[in-house]
């Protein structure tokens, strides 16, 4: 399984990948997810891929030769964002053709499912997400990421904390946080956990992360929003009955609702 | 869709459901997924239902018919709770058998998945996890919650907080905190949120709970959870480059790992 996140803020643009791939329980192996392309000072572009691993290569692959070849269409000749994101869909359901046969007669699917994002010169950065079926759809102000993959676990705290106005620091711990969540529930999502911030219009990476397992900053980070978050629970508000429990125990009646139940008849 | 979770702790049972029901975005209702059957001073059992809404009222009904009618084997009869899920388990399975060609050939499926949980006198109390197939499983020390529905989402929650030690009226708040994290982030979750909470060896219901939406405790709650996190989550340990980010906009350079890129051959 796989977990990736890209959130589009006014700042800029986060992209957070775990590495954890598997084919069955007995076949868990690391790779990247994200996969980066740039043209310094002119386009810089961000793939994070989730789905059948020989598909997401396939059509990696396919890009990169795209570019080195000089072809008609590639990363080097899109004008806009969503003219990448299209390309990338095409390439994705072109790859998937040529074994979904074969691959449904053995019980698989070839879907892949990507993130697109970056920012080539006067355009706005924008993310995409790319479907297996090749169509795409980008962010909102109300809706500012976007997940492939084992989404849920680390839903809740996006939705939460993330807004076009987040700083690039605190999305970036967010999305860390996200990961981690997810990694705690799901073994199929694992290290290292690969981090990229994008500055708006500075058409270059330049804030990269790679941290594995026993990273001191992730490490620092879990341990922190651990220990914060059970302070968090901690400090909630209690039921009258919780008081009431301790004097019962010394002889008071607690009250409570009662649920409608289907008693014995006597 | 639904969410319910039960919990096994040292000092006894939680049982929290939501009580949304949907067949397709636009039939939308509201059903109590949570149903108790006791003999005071007893036995006590607690039915959470997800899946198919035929099939969980047909099998809730059964089982009522049973403990009505004297049946051969009710919640009355059984010994002890595994027996009580075997039957459930057996009914469930019973159930979807009158419908499974009928709905197969229009796309459904009669699936139902319970919680079954609660005690019965000289027993300790326990929970099942009843599945389509009749079979079921119950908790571990290392695994004392059991979900079913849309459980991913407020997964992450139980997984940090909840031991068999945790007192019980830290475990319901945790709950409610994993419901509300679902029904914000997935609207096939919704209110009102029932909850019951079992006191070892009490052999009767004190404490229900039915929190709709505007419920005074579930909105304090809900408040108090928003403003803990985001503080645990502004508490965090920031990044090197967070306070370079300041400096560099004065013109200082930022040191940053690179990721491997593949660059424009000039």
Known sequence: MTYCVAIALDEGLIFASDSRTNAGADQVSTYSKMHTFDVEGERVFVMLAAGNLATTQAVLNQMRRDMEDGAEESLYTVTHMAEAAAYVGRLNRQEQEKHTDALSKAGFTPDATFILGGQIEGEPPEIFMVYPQGNFITTSS?????????????????????????????????????????????????????????????????????????????????????????????????????????????????????????????
Chains 1, 2 share one sequence.
Not at 204 to 223: G, I, N, S
């Open 142 to 266: 109300h809706t500012p990421f976007l997940q492939i993959g084992e989404s849920k676990y680390g839903k809740p705290i996006l939705d939460r904390i993330i807004e076009p106005s987040t700083p690039l620091g605190d999305a970036t711990r967010c999305a860390l946080v996200s990961i981690d969540s997810t990694m705690r529930s799901n073994v199929t999502v694992g290290p290292p956990i690969e981090v990229l911030i994008y500055e708006k219009d500075k058409l270059a990476f330049d804030h990269y992360l790679c941290l594995e397992t026993d990273d001191d900053y992730l490490l620092t980070l879990k341990r922190a929003w651990d220990e914060n978050i059970k302070k968090a629970f901690r400090e909630l508000p209690r039921f009258d009955w919780e008081a009431a429990q301790g004097r019962k125990r010394r002889g008071t009646q607690v009250s409570a609702k009662k649920k409608k139940t289907v008693k014995k008849k006597k």
